[in-house]
């Protein structure tokens, strides 16, 4: 099988039983890394993945992926600061704070943080300090939210 049909051939089966057991499948594939070949499946769902999702997801992929020439198999959570790429990553982040990354510069800027408006007609819109910005999509290289951690400091135990 070619490898591009046999990434899409991983997609749509991995995204299946995803859909199946009530995860979303942000993105499967092979990805070589050092003397081995990952398949690496990263799942997502509303309130996070855990540990027992990822075996469960891992158990019920493996005999449907026999057939894929691989070494490991990694079932994952894309964490909370995963890029968006969707268009409903796009909605779901609608007025968080997100970082933006271009391919190429404007202004001699290839990095932005703002609140994000939206992504419509091809365009990505921010909320930046110095007014809202619009960026052609295809020449946004990443996008991921920004995640405040300072609500989980502790003000009664200084330094920790």
């Known amino acids: 099988m070619a490898e591009r049909e046999s990434q899409r051939h991983i997609s749509a089966v991995c995204g299946q039983l995803a859909q199946a057991m009530g995860y979303e499948l942000v993105e499967a594939g092979i990805e070589k890394e050092g003397p081995g070949r990952y398949l690496r499946i990263y799942l997502d769902k509303p309130g996070g993945l855990t540990l027992d999702d990822c075996e469960a997801y891992h158990r019920a992929i493996q005999p449907q992926m026999e057939h ?81 951690l300072s609500a989980l400091d502790d003000p009664l135990e200084p330094g920790v």
């Open 68 to 148: 894929v020439d691989y070494d490991f198999l990694e079932v994952c959570s894309p964490g909370l600061d995963r890029p968006l790429k969707t268009q409903q990553d796009f909605e779901r982040h609608l007025g968080t704070r997100v970082s933006l990354k271009l391919y190429k510069p404007i202004d001699k800027r290839k990095e932005f943080e703002g609140e994000l408006l939206g992504l419509q007609d091809g365009e990505v819109t921010l909320r930046t300090p110095q007014g809202v910005v619009h960026f052609a999509h295809q020449s946004v290289a990443l996008v991921r939210p920004m995640i405040d």
